[in-house]
């Protein structure tokens, strides 16, 4: 397990559109593994002998954090937080997991997938939001990318949208999910910039798989007894799903612009249908590859505008 180097968390060299490549390869990690886990949470879940939800939280924060700690201890790495940084890694880490993907599981019980696509797809919006208190400026080309990356999702999703009546709290909670979720970032942006990255993922789920826990026990979910296909799900989540990916998302917030890191929430439905085709031979409908098409023309309009301007030559900024 790799662990980036100082010169890589500042971002240097630059690469694509003048953001720095290693912020943009944690970025492309998120997209294809955050993408891939929507087909290894159906794995753990699906069937008689799948994990609960809550379960399955807990599993997969606690085995992830706990590797991860298990690892940085191994590799003689200072693993003790300040009690300050220990307070906002508990704070972000139950926010992104316990609010944002809590909420997922607790809704997707009873809506179909797509609405969760969808809702949580307005998540950039709500980062620009936040970004907006702290002085960001609100580009036309930006607001324009958030908008097609929307409607994309919504071709995407709109197969699988049959809202029956009496979910509309369920909606709410997908609503809150994603604030949950923007929040939770933004706590990454604000507070823990200076704490090592891998110690940071690890303490983040430790935290949020003690609150899972909590609430697999208050609401009486039945014990797992999961079967092979269950434990290979599972396995998939905490290996690449909390080890390798969400430290390289902490890792994105560090190095890129939280509008473009926000840009996973468009691609990874995207990847979750490509995966679907191909593994499960799911039938792709041209509505979902306009939806596709329009999910990459927005991200690339949302990475576009948060383009570095080039620098001007001295013998160009003094010509007449």
């Known amino acids: 397990m790799a662990v980036p180097s100082r010169d890589q968390e500042r971002g240097k060299p630059a690469g694509l559109f003048g953001l720095p490549r290693a912020g943009l390869f944690h970025l ?19 069937g008689p002998h799948g994990f609960p939800p809550f379960y399955l939280g807990a599993v997969r924060m606690l085995l992830g954090g706990g590797g991860l700690l298990a690892y940085a201890v191994i590799r003689g790495r200072p693993v003790r937080f300040s009690t300050r940084s220990l307070a906002v890694a508990a704070l972000s880490g139950v926010f992104l997991w316990v609010g944002g993907n809590g909420l997922v599981m607790v ?42 990356g929307l409607g994309g999702l919504y071709f995407l999703t709109r197969t699988s949208l049959h809202l029956a009546t009496g979910h509309q709290i369920l ?27 891998q110690v940071s993922s690890a303490w983040q789920q430790l935290f949020a798989g003690g609150v899972f826990v909590f609430l697999a026990l208050v609401t009486h979910e039945p ?85 570095t301007p080039a620098p001007v030559r001295m013998s160009e900024a003094t010509q007449g």
Do not use: K
């Open 28 to 46: 492309l990690v998120v997209y294809l593994v955050w993408g891939s886990t929507y087909l290894g949470i159906r794995l753990a879940v699906e």
């Open 107 to 148: 809704a997707e019980r009873h809506l179909p997938s797509g609405y969760s696509a969808l809702v949580m797809g307005g998540l950039p919006i709500w980062v620009t939001i936040i970004g907006l208190f702290s002085g960001q400026r609100l580009r036309p080309i930006l607001v324009a990318g958030m908008l097609i």
């Open 171 to 197: 909606i709410l909670l997908l609503v809150a999910a994603s604030w949950c979720w923007a929040l939770g970032m933004s706590f990454q942006r604000w507070w823990l910039t200076t704490t090592d990255a």
């Open 223 to 307: 014990l797992p007894h999961p079967g092979s296909t269950a434990l290979i799900g599972a396995a998939y989540l905490v290996v690449l799903g909390s080890w390798l990916a969400f430290t390289s998302f902490i890792l994105a917030t560090r190095l890129l612009p939280m509008t473009v890191v926000t840009t996973y929430s468009y691609v990874n439905p995207l990847v979750a249908v490509v995966l679907g085709a191909l593994v499960l031979g799911e039938r792709v409908t041209s509505m979902m590859a306009v939806g596709g098409f329009l999910l990459l023309l927005g991200v690339g309009a949302v990475i576009q505008s948060q383009r």
